[in-house]
């Protein structure tokens, strides 16, 4: 059994452009920090998956067509029944992003997995595991960052799984993906 999802993967430059904008509002907020190269947005969570069902999803996802995405990023969020912090993108979530989550909604289902209950809500978990309710210098819009500075142009989106390390405590890494499919316009 694997813990799948689909997502999209900021490349090395907005990791980079994170790291260097976002750190200093983070502290204090306790938590467990997620490691850059795992960033990314869940465009549809599969949850445990056995082998039929991913090779399914893989042979499906061949098929899947769309334009590249663009999503900006706007305000950290602390989510507290989830105890995280997250890069929020607005509500407005862009035509290409919500048909693409469609049409992963329609794999998972073919493939035997339930429907996903929640909305699209792009964001980018950032810290987990929150022990303080973070002040108004960490969350809050990103008025004071220049605009350009935190948009995820994705094109290509990816089946990814949770890391499960052996033994336990040997890797930081919690995600690899393990396909990826291009979005062409």
Request: no cysteine; aromatic share 6%; net charge positive.
């Amino acid at each position: 059994m694997s813990r799948a999802f689909f997502a999209l993967w900021p490349d090395e430059a907005l990791r980079a452009r994170l790291r260097a904008g976002l750190p200093a509002r983070l502290e204090g907020a306790g938590g467990r920090a997620l490691e850059p190269l795992d960033w990314h947005v869940t465009l549809r969570f599969l949850g445990a998956i056995d082998a039929a069902q991913l090779a399914a999803l893989r042979a499906q996802a061949d098929a899947v067509r769309g334009p590249p995405i663009e999503l900006r990023f706007e305000s950290i969020e602390y989510w507290a029944q989830a105890r995280l912090l997250a890069l929020v993108a607005p509500l407005e979530v862009p035509r290409a992003a919500l048909a693409l989550a469609q049409a992963l909604e329609r794999l998972a289902r073919a493939a035997g997995l339930g429907a996903e209950e929640r909305p699209l809500r792009p964001h980018i978990t950032l810290v987990r595991g929150v022990r303080a309710v973070p002040g108004p210098g960490v969350i809050g819009r990103l008025a004071d960052v220049q605009a350009s500075a935190f948009i995820l142009r994705a094109s290509e989106f990816h089946l990814a799984e949770s890391i499960v390390p052996e033994p336990p405590g040997t890797s930081t890494r919690r995600y690899r993906a393990l396909q990826s499919w291009p979005l062409r316009a």
